[in-house]
């Protein structure tokens, strides 16, 4: 084969190559020695150290770092609300109408009354001296009951949470001044039975008419109501009054009297006794001509209560108030037809027919 010029091949040595490499080296730590000059600091002995870069704001903390906890603030800054208390609703009495009950008749109410009304009055012994539940100690011709009054009346006293309050109109009467010829009736100076307001009165100075409204309170004591309110509680102010026999002992003390027995009958069954008063005896302190008194009254009371207009219950509570001193009465509710924006206490809602 002729022999000619083939091109060269060379083999690089091996020591070049470490030496290209070992350049490279060189070349990145001088370049990596330039960028960190930046980060070394110098402590007072002149020894260098590195000094990280502090992080830029917005930029993420470190992993495990605990979030930088609030400055607290200056207590005098906050402004501090402290919510009022709600007011509990007022307690309401709701009032039925002089009648007989039945069962139907007091669902109805009971419908009526909702949830609004934590106690109920109850026309017991009416004006006129009509009795409201089966009484054995009434004159027959005065019980004024229906089918289901009994039954009615149980589910009043029976409800739980409700307060049962009896109506029980004193003096007016027309049955009991009759009963068994006892001396019971208001006389006229002639000696003939008085009249008024259409009905014959029983005479608190007899020890006959005491017994017997005595033995009513305390057979209505024992249907299980809570609270027997007095009304008719004094002489009458109508009718021919100046023919009207007195006796010898004053008004107040005779009906004084009638009061605190009808207290001592309910002792024994924890029922409380309370009064209606005109509003007139309560803001004058006393009704001439029914003998009505407010200081005689809370000396006997539990409470007292008086039929009024809206804006008067706060003055006449202060004047029941400044009037019962050590002497029992708890407090005053007046008788409203409508509840009165002024008054915030406790009241008895009076039926639309009165």
């Avoid at 709600?86 to 139907?104: D, I, W």
């Avoid at 307060?163 to 006892?182: G, H, Q, T, V």
Wanted: charged residues 20%.
């Amino acid at each position: 084969m002729a022999r000619g010029y083939r091109n060269y091949r060379g083999r690089t040595s091996k020591g070049k190559v470490v030496l290209a490499v070992l350049l490279v080296f060189i070349i990145l730590a001088a370049l990596s020695a330039l960028a960190m000059q930046r980060y070394v600091a110098y402590d007072e002995n002149g020894t260098p150290f590195f000094r990280l870069p502090e992080r830029r704001p917005g930029s993420a903390p470190p992993e495990n770092t605990p979030p930088p906890q609030a400055e607290p603030e200056d207590p005098g800054d906050l402004e501090v609300i402290v919510p009022e208390p709600e007011k509990p609703a007022a307690f309401q009495v709701y009032s039925l109408t002089a009648a007989p009950l039945t069962p139907a008749v007091w669902e109805a109410a009971r419908a009526e009354m909702g949830d609004a009304f934590g106690g109920v009055a109850v026309t017991l012994k009416g004006t006129g001296g009509a009795v409201y539940y089966a009484s054995a100690a009434a004159p027959r011709e005065a019980v004024k009951t229906v089918q289901g009054t009994t039954e009615a009346l149980t589910l009043i006293t029976g409800t739980e949470d409700l307060y049962a309050i009896a109506r029980f109109s004193c003096l007016p009467d027309a049955f009991a001044p009759y009963m068994n010829n006892k001396p019971m009736g208001m006389k006229n100076k002639n000696g003939k039975m008085f009249h008024a307001a259409g009905s014959t009165w029983l005479d608190p100075a007899q020890t006959a008419s005491r017994e017997y409204l005595c033995a009513l309170v305390r057979e209505i004591a024992e249907l299980g109501f809570d609270e027997i309110m007095l009304t008719d509680a004094g002489y009458p102010t109508q009718g021919d009054l100046d023919a009207l026999n007195y006796g010898s002992a004053p008004m107040e003390g005779n009906l004084g009297l009638l009061w605190q027995e009808l207290r001592q009958a309910l002792e024994p069954y924890g029922v409380k006794l309370s009064i209606e008063l005109p509003e007139s005896a309560i803001s004058d302190g006393r009704e001439a001509a029914s003998g009505l008194a407010l200081t005689p009254a809370v000396r006997c009371a539990d409470r007292v209560y008086a039929v009024t207009k809206p804006g008067q219950a706060e003055i006449l509570s202060n004047l029941v108030l400044q009037a019962e001193g050590e002497n029992l009465v708890q407090d005053f509710l007046p008788e409203l037809a409508a509840p009165d924006p002024a008054w915030d206490g406790p009241f008895l809602l009076l039926p639309a027919a009165e």
